[in-house]
């Protein structure tokens, strides 16, 4: 049974890291990283399936592809805090020759990035490749990516969403971050794109819906499903519903936190209201 405590106290400490990285450069994307902070540690140590050590090739692990490259600070608290690298990095967050750039690169080698995610639209495409290659090479594991909702106002996305469907890439499961904002607004008053449910049924995929995409155990039981929807010739989408600047109360329920880093009465406020619990970096 997973244990629940131990992923809320790990999604505690990966908020801090999150505030204090973009605090320290003032500099980086807060709003997305809080908002999908349950779902990336909730995946990372219970939902997938991961061997020891970190290699390109992947062979008998499950995959994880970020398309939504901005949203590094999570990708790098949750790496770092799952054994891929040392939790002191994240102090080198943004610098000159740092590994953790703002968007994820593969260049350095830091271990768990496997592709470069700092154009949007581009990690489906790679994702159903991996995919792709695992059905190939008779791995029966699964391969799954995070996108933005406003990211797929880019039309890259509906190439690969088509092209899924089509080629029966059933192996795969794509997660929607439906937070409902971008960087410029509210994804409605960008470019609305009317029922993502719809769009994707329309092109074929077996789509799943997780109302309350901050619930750990919502989390856990949404992604159950998912996999159990997996091997049945369609890929799966899930529709995760977050709030953007999650467990930061000035941070939420506005699209303002994009891309703007706390100064230091903001960092010291949104610090108390994640009390520490594993011990920062």
Same mark, same amino acid.
């Given at each position: 049974?997973?244990?629940?405590?131990?992923?809320?106290?790990?999604?505690?400490?990966?908020?801090?890291?999150?505030?204090?990285?973009?605090?320290?450069?003032?500099?980086?994307?807060?709003?997305?990283?809080?908002?999908?902070?349950?779902?990336?540690?909730?995946?990372?140590?219970?939902?997938?399936?991961?061997?020891?050590?970190?290699?390109?090739?992947?062979?008998?692990?499950?995959?994880?592809?970020?398309?939504?490259?901005?949203?590094?600070?999570?990708?790098?608290?949750?790496?770092?805090?799952?054994?891929?690298?040392?939790?002191?990095?994240?102090?080198?967050?943004?610098?000159?020759?740092?590994?953790?750039?703002?968007?994820?690169?593969?260049?350095?080698?830091?271990?768990?990035?496997?592709?470069?995610?700092?154009?949007?639209?581009?990690?489906?495409?790679?994702?159903? *490749?991996? #995919?792709? &290659? !695992?059905?190939?090479? =008779?791995?029966?594991?699964? @391969?799954?990516? /995070?996108?933005?909702?406003?990211?797929?106002?880019?039309?890259?996305?509906?190439?690969?969403?088509?092209?899924?469907?089509?080629?029966?890439?059933?192996?795969?499961?794509?997660?929607?971050?439906?937070?409902?904002?971008?960087?410029?607004?509210?994804?409605?008053?960008?470019?609305?794109?009317?029922?993502?449910?719809?769009?994707?049924?329309?092109?074929?995929?077996?789509?799943?819906?997780?109302?309350?995409?901050?619930?750990?155990?919502?989390?856990?039981? *949404?992604? #159950?499903? &998912? !996999?159990?929807?997996? =091997?049945?010739?369609?890929? @799966?989408?899930? /529709?995760?519903?977050?709030?953007?600047?999650?467990?930061?109360?000035?941070?939420?329920?506005?699209?303002?936190?994009?891309?703007?880093?706390?100064?230091?009465?903001?960092?010291?406020?949104?610090?108390?209201?994640?009390?520490?619990?594993?011990?920062?970096?």
């Amino acid at each position: 049974m997973p244990d629940i405590q131990k992923l809320k106290d790990l999604t505690l400490q990966t908020r801090r890291d999150i505030l204090r990285m973009v605090h320290a450069v003032n500099s980086g994307h807060p709003g997305g990283s809080l908002g999908c902070t349950e779902f990336l540690v909730t995946l990372y140590n219970e939902i997938m399936s991961r061997k020891e050590g970190f290699d390109m090739d992947g062979i008998g692990e499950d995959l994880f592809f970020l398309s939504n490259g901005h949203i590094s600070p999570v990708f790098y608290s949750v790496l770092a805090r799952a054994g891929y690298f040392p939790v002191s990095e994240l102090a080198t967050f943004r610098l000159i020759n740092s590994r953790l750039q703002g968007h994820p690169t593969t260049h350095e080698g830091l271990p768990g990035i496997r592709i470069a995610s700092g154009s949007l639209g581009q990690g489906m495409s790679v994702a159903l *490749g991996a #995919a792709q &290659a !695992k059905k190939l090479n =008779g791995d029966k594991h699964l @391969v799954f990516s /995070l996108h933005g909702d406003g990211e797929l106002q880019e039309g890259q996305n509906w190439e690969a969403i088509m092209y899924a469907s089509a080629k029966k890439v059933d192996n795969y499961i794509a997660t929607i971050d439906v937070n409902g904002k971008q960087i410029d607004g509210t994804t409605d008053e960008v470019l609305a794109m009317g029922s993502l449910k719809a769009k994707f049924e329309a092109f074929d995929w077996d789509v799943i819906e997780i109302k309350e995409g901050n619930s750990i155990e919502a989390i856990l039981a *949404g992604y #159950a499903d &998912a !996999k159990s929807r997996t =091997g049945k010739g369609k890929p @799966v989408c899930v /529709l995760l519903y977050t709030e953007m600047g999650n467990g930061v109360d000035f941070m939420m329920h506005t699209h303002a936190w994009h891309g703007k880093a706390p100064n230091d009465a903001q960092l010291e406020s949104a610090l108390a209201q994640n009390p520490a619990t594993l011990g920062d970096y």
